[in-house]
């Protein structure tokens, strides 16, 4: 069964419309044979009389009839099926993956959603809260477009933009002995449990914990571990112990928390975008665009998956 093509329906639309050859062929900017022989064509494909021409005017039939409507429907998706792949192609259109740590979810991540949904509101964002390591996984078979992560070390063929840095703080229950300071000194927690990530699912921040702890001066007592961080700082509330943790993780406000500074210069979170190098979607390119300024390198102590 031969289908007809998009142009002898457009035609046809044409003249169905006009009721009349000339004012059709003017219309559509072609000559009054040509568009008579493309009807032509056109009803020995659909296998019927479409049109009832006289000396005088143009008629459908009712199979004209049933392929008019039917073709304005075609038409009409074609040319949304144009438009659409005219904006994915700019970047206005699409879905994107996006995997990320449960820390940007207290810094940069609901910032950076909000203005790209306002800037890009027919882009579709899939967010998953994935660990580092599967993130990376993710974005080498496509199944991720863009991952947000303690700075890393990219696997072959991954693209990284450290995107944010924040320093370690204390978190302590809120009777703790030394809640009541703003800021201390990492050695005056030399003596309590620790709460800490495992080291196999978070080695760069359970090495750079360690790392400060022995700068200052004794190894830190793991009493507890937990998975993710907002247990962390619960498992704090709970007296297991006290943490260190990403500054933004102060955002997360709860009675019988505190937060502290340390006096631990040179231990920072480093915090970066990663995506697939060859992966050159538009929609991502625009979502790589509203990311926080790429941070310049820094010398000293720096977290390192």
């Avoid at 001066?217 to 962390?232: N, S, Y």
């Amino acid at each position: 069964m031969n289908i007809p093509d998009l142009r002898r329906l457009r035609y046809f639309v044409a003249v169905a419309e006009e009721l009349h050859f000339g004012r059709a062929a003017r219309r559509l900017n072609v000559s009054q044979p040509p568009l008579s022989v493309q009807i032509r064509t056109l009803e020995r494909e659909v296998g019927a009389q479409l049109l009832v021409r006289t000396q005088r005017r143009v008629e459908l039939t009712e199979a004209g009839r049933v392929l008019l409507e039917e073709a304005r429907r075609l038409l009409g998706q074609a040319e949304a099926a144009v438009i659409h792949a005219r904006r994915a192609a700019q970047g206005t259109v699409g879905r994107l993956a996006i995997g990320f740590v449960s820390t940007v979810d207290y810094s940069i991540l609901p910032p950076l959603v909000r203005h790209f949904r306002q800037k890009h509101p027919g882009i579709a964002l899939k967010l998953q809260e994935l660990t580092g390591d599967r993130q990376q996984a993710l974005l080498r078979s496509g199944e991720l477009d863009l991952g947000l992560s303690i700075l890393p070390s990219p696997a072959p063929g991954l693209t990284l933009r450290p995107v944010l840095r924040e320093p370690l703080i204390a978190a302590v229950p809120v009777n703790h002995r030394l809640a009541a300071r703003r800021r201390l000194a990492l050695r005056a927690l030399a003596s309590e449990p620790f709460v800490q990530f495992p080291r196999e699912l978070a080695p760069g921040l359970y090495d750079l914990a360690i790392a400060a702890c022995r700068r200052a001066g004794f190894t830190p007592h793991l009493a507890q571990e937990a998975i993710q961080m907002q247990t962390i700082v619960g498992l704090v509330a709970a007296g297991l112990g006290v943490a260190l943790v990403p500054q933004c993780m102060s955002k997360l406000q709860r009675p019988d928390v505190r937060y502290l500074a340390l006096d631990a210069r040179g231990f920072e979170v480093e915090t970066a975008a990663l995506w697939h190098s060859e992966n050159h979607a538009p929609a991502l390119a625009a979502l790589i665009a509203d990311l926080p300024a790429p941070l310049a390198p820094r010398a000293g102590r720096r977290l390192a998956v």
